[in-house]
Structures are given as structure tokens and as C-alpha cells.
């Protein structure tokens, strides 16, 4: 709140600098090395930017189990290892 006329409202900026990624979608997926790799694509990322990432490294991103659940209910073979 301003004090003095000449004063103007403070402008609320967010904090993009510790905003996590927010996953929209797992593309496909392969394996390398006995590990599981997720070909993702980020919230407002074109789809030539995707990027192959291992489960591990989901935690990176915001709130990412409900997509991941879901892309293992079309791939269930992923979660016996095959």
C-alpha cells in the first residue's frame, strides 16, 4: 500500500528462478544400460525440445506421478521389467 500519492502499488512478480518444470506428457520411453528412459515434454515446451530423462530424475519436475501413473496403466510391461 502506498504511503505518499506519488507512490504506486508494489508490482507482485512470481519466483521463476525456483519454479520447478511441470511435466505434460511422457512421449515414449526405452532402455539403456538396464534403465528405464522417459522421452518427456515439458509444460509450454515445443515437442522438437523434448528430452530423455530416468525415473530418478522425475523428481525434478512438479508433480509429475500422476502422468507417470498413467503412462505405466498403457505400458504395464514397464513395471515387470520388460
Not at 7 to 19: C, G, R, S, T, Y
Not at 41 to 47: A, D, G, M, R, T
Request: aromatic content about 8%; overall charge negative; proline content about 10%.
Amino acid at each position: 500500500m502506498p504511503k505518499f500519492p506519488s507512490q504506486l502499488d508494489p508490482i507482485i512478480v512470481p519466483n521463476l528462478v525456483n519454479a520447478l518444470p511441470v511435466l505434460q506428457s511422457i512421449i515414449d520411453h526405452r532402455s539403456l544400460c538396464n534403465k528405464t528412459l522417459y522421452l518427456i515434454l515439458l509444460q509450454n515446451q515445443n515437442p522438437e525440445d523434448a528430452t530423455w530423462i530416468t525415473y530418478d530424475h522425475m523428481s525434478t519436475l512438479l508433480d509429475p506421478l500422476s502422468i507417470v501413473a498413467s503412462y505405466h496403466r498403457d505400458f504395464p510391461s514397464l513395471l515387470r521389467g520388460g
